[in-house]
């Protein structure tokens, strides 16, 4: 059996050999990727990732595309990218009945319609001010929960709440996004309103006894399934080939979407919800960013303080750990 010297000590060929060391080693690799920095590493380069698919999705926009067409292939990636982590994992595609149901519901109000208004009005926003108005999610999940008997009342929360609101005015004033047009500003925030519906839908109901990683594969399977006429019949159907800029920017942003959002489940179940759901800050600051970046926007000092205003008011509606152990 050969080995092989590394400053004149030799090192075993089979791991296996030395359990000791193995063991060790195991045991250091654990503690690094369960310790406070690693896990604070991964969640700020998810909200870096995650934030460039706004204006990713704005380049895909770019020469024409439209909606129904980009959501299909946007769903296939996904499909293929969640289906190979489930496969990895040893858990495949659940078929029982409400699994089935719960795809097409979210495919419907989570992806579907929110995917539809986001490619029409990012063609005519700024792709930084899409990413401020996607904070506005948990400002309106808010008041639905407390109508549906999901959450309690707080002075705290309903302050975050009038912040938010704020903070969309400032935008939709004259000195706010420049030019923007209120009619599509109104459409943009239709995809919240339907995140909002689908996180109260999901914290009702649950995931039918799915974890996330699976339960979105499902639903990429089924939106993609339901996209597919809709973007034939309404002749929105994208050829991508050959792929130019705008399609390496739709198949850029469906990755990133996919893996980052398996890499959100895996940090939720390493250091809490609560802790993984910072990346909410991370995704819009980044977002602001990547528009100024990737597509040269800029922005007046009134969308910078409803940028402020906006983040202060997430911090405050979020809701807080209650026996959860926080990192």
Same mark, same amino acid.
């Given at each position: 059996?050969?080995?092989?010297?590394?400053?004149?000590?030799?090192?075993?060929?089979?791991?296996?050999?030395?359990?000791?060391?193995?063991?060790?080693s195991?045991?250091?690799?654990s503690?690094?990727?369960d310790?406070?920095?690693?896990?604070?590493?991964?969640?700020?380069?998810?909200?870096?990732?995650?934030?460039?698919?706004?204006s990713?999705?704005?380049?895909?926009?770019?020469?024409g595309?439209?909606?129904?067409?980009?959501?299909?292939?946007?769903?296939?990636?996904?499909?293929?990218?969640?289906?190979?982590?489930?496969?990895?994992?040893?858990?495949?595609?659940?078929?029982?009945?409400?699994?089935?149901?719960f795809?097409?519901?979210?495919?419907?109000?989570?992806?579907?319609?929110?995917?539809a208004?986001?490619?029409?009005?990012?063609?005519?926003?700024?792709?930084?001010?899409?990413?401020?108005?996607?904070?506005t999610?948990?400002?309106?999940?808010?008041?639905?929960?407390?109508?549906?008997?999901?959450?309690?009342?707080?002075?705290?929360?309903?302050?975050?709440?009038?912040?938010?609101?704020?903070?969309?005015?400032?935008?939709?004033s004259?000195?706010?996004g420049?030019?923007?047009?209120?009619?599509?500003?109104?459409?943009?925030?239709v995809?919240?309103?339907?995140?909002a519906?689908?996180?109260?839908?999901?914290?009702?109901? @649950?995931?039918? @006894?799915m974890?996330?990683?699976?339960?979105?594969?499902?639903?990429?399977?089924?939106?993609?399934?339901?996209?597919?006429p809709?973007?034939?019949?309404?002749?929105?159907?994208?050829?991508p080939?050959?792929?130019?800029?705008?399609?390496?920017?739709?198949?850029?942003?469906?990755v990133?979407?996919?893996?980052?959002?398996?890499?959100?489940?895996?940090?939720?179940?390493?250091?809490?919800?609560?802790?993984?759901?910072?990346?909410?800050?991370?995704?819009?600051?980044?977002?602001?960013?990547?528009?100024?970046?990737?597509?040269?926007?800029?922005?007046?000092?009134?969308v910078?303080?409803?940028?402020?205003?906006?983040?202060?008011?997430?911090?405050?509606?979020?809701?807080?750990a209650?026996?959860?152990?926080?990192v």
């Amino acid at each position: 059996m050969s080995d092989h010297r590394a400053g004149g000590l030799v090192a075993p060929s089979n791991p296996a050999a030395d359990p000791v060391s193995s063991a060790l080693s195991r045991e250091r690799e654990s503690a690094f990727v369960d310790s406070r920095w690693f896990l604070v590493l991964v969640l700020i380069l998810l909200g870096l990732a995650w934030g460039s698919t706004q204006s990713l999705g704005k380049m895909a926009t770019a020469t024409g595309h439209q909606p129904f067409g980009l959501i299909f292939w946007q769903l296939l990636v996904g499909a293929v990218v969640l289906g190979a982590v489930s496969g990895f994992r040893g858990r495949g595609l659940v078929l029982t009945r409400p699994a089935l149901t719960f795809y097409v519901v979210v495919a419907v109000i989570g992806t579907i319609i929110p995917n539809a208004t986001f490619y029409a009005s990012v063609v005519h926003l700024p792709a930084g001010i899409m990413s401020i108005l996607i904070s506005t999610v948990p400002f309106l999940a808010f008041p639905m929960a407390l109508a549906l008997g999901l959450d309690r009342f707080s002075a705290g929360r309903l302050a975050g709440l009038a912040l938010g609101l704020t903070g969309v005015a400032l935008i939709a004033s004259p000195g706010g996004g420049g030019a923007v047009s209120i009619g599509w500003l109104m459409v943009a925030m239709v995809g919240p309103l339907f995140y909002a519906i689908e996180a109260n839908f999901v914290a009702r109901g @649950g995931t039918a @006894g799915m974890d996330a990683v699976q339960a979105m594969f499902g639903v990429s399977v089924v939106g993609m399934v339901l996209a597919a006429p809709l973007a034939w019949g309404s002749g929105q159907w994208v050829d991508p080939f050959p792929m130019a800029r705008a399609e390496w920017a739709l198949a850029a942003s469906s990755v990133v979407h996919a893996l980052v959002y398996a890499s959100y489940v895996w940090l939720a179940s390493k250091a809490g919800s609560v802790f993984a759901s910072q990346t909410a800050y991370l995704v819009t600051a980044s977002g602001v960013f990547w528009a100024m970046l990737l597509l040269g926007e800029r922005f007046s000092p009134v969308v910078w303080a409803a940028l402020v205003i906006m983040l202060t008011g997430v911090a405050l509606v979020q809701p807080r750990a209650r026996a959860e152990a926080l990192v």
